[in-house]
């Protein structure tokens, strides 16, 4: 079965520089959301969309931003990087946003490195 | 707000040994709960899911948890614990929308 695709899968970049990941959802999902996990840490909740349109904002900084679309495809871009970005992306896709206890499938993540 | 909180950041169990893992939530509303786990340099793979309905939840390569309200818990187990079982271990509640809020984790290990 198809499942959520993230690229790249290992990314390098230096400080001040900006960065974008991709993720494609698993088709008929309309809803995308990106986590960010630091090393040791838990999954942390960065912001969602929903029909291209922005559902739902956790703790993304300001020097980020996203967004979703038409084919349903998000970018996540970081702009200005600092060594505490440095951090494992998770992508994740469900059906419809407010079905509460829809299951969250997640991607094999996006490791950015920031030196 | 709701949370989880996972009681021990490793556990190790030998092989064919119980594993039990803790999660306790905090909800105001009845929650939803997940546990994911974690192959090293993987991502997140669901194992099982509450929502509604019968509260011992059966889930992927032997692993269930069971929903007890009057204790706040969905705790984490499987009767006979197998090498490949070693992973990072997340449980997850849902808050009035469909974003996860994720546990702090688990780490279990295995022994020959």
């Known amino acids: 079965a198809a499942g959520v695709i993230q690229s790249p899968r290992h990314l390098i970049k230096e400080k001040r520089e900006t960065a974008t990941l991709k993720c494609y959802p698993i088709?008929?999902?309309?809803?995308v959301y990106w986590y960010q996990q630091g090393p040791g840490q838990d999954p942390q909740f960065l912001i969602s969309?929903?029909?291209?349109?922005?559902?739902d904002k956790g703790s993304i900084p300001d020097r980020f931003s996203a967004q979703q679309f038409s084919d349903y495809h998000s970018e996540l871009n970081m702009s200005s990087l600092e060594l505490g970005d440095s951090a494992l992306y998770f992508c994740?896709?469900?059906?419809?946003?407010?079905?509460?206890?829809?299951?969250?499938?997640f991607g094999e993540g996006s490791w950015l490195t920031v030196v | 707000a709701q949370s989880v909180t996972q009681l021990g950041s490793h556990v190790s169990v030998s092989e064919g040994a119980l594993v039990l893992l803790r999660c306790n939530y905090s909800?105001?509303?009845?929650?939803?709960l997940f546990w994911y786990v974690q192959y090293p340099n993987q991502g997140l793979q669901l194992l099982l899911k509450?929502?509604?309905?019968?509260?011992l939840v059966k889930g992927i390569n032997g692993f269930e948890a069971e929903f007890k309200k009057s204790e706040t818990s969905f705790h984490l187990t499987k009767p006979s614990a197998h090498m490949s079982d070693a992973a990072e271990y997340f449980c997850?509640?849902?808050?009035?929308?469909?974003?996860?809020?994720f546990g702090t984790g688990t780490r279990l290990q295995v022994f020959p």
């Open positions: 969309f929903y029909e291209k349109m922005q559902s």
């Open positions: 994740a896709s469900s059906t419809t946003p407010k079905g509460l206890g829809n299951t969250i499938y």
């Open positions: 909800s105001s509303v009845p929650p939803y």
């Open positions: 088709p008929r999902h309309d809803t």
């Open positions: 997850a509640v849902t808050p009035g929308t469909d974003k996860l809020i």
């Open positions: 509450y929502t509604t309905g019968a509260t």
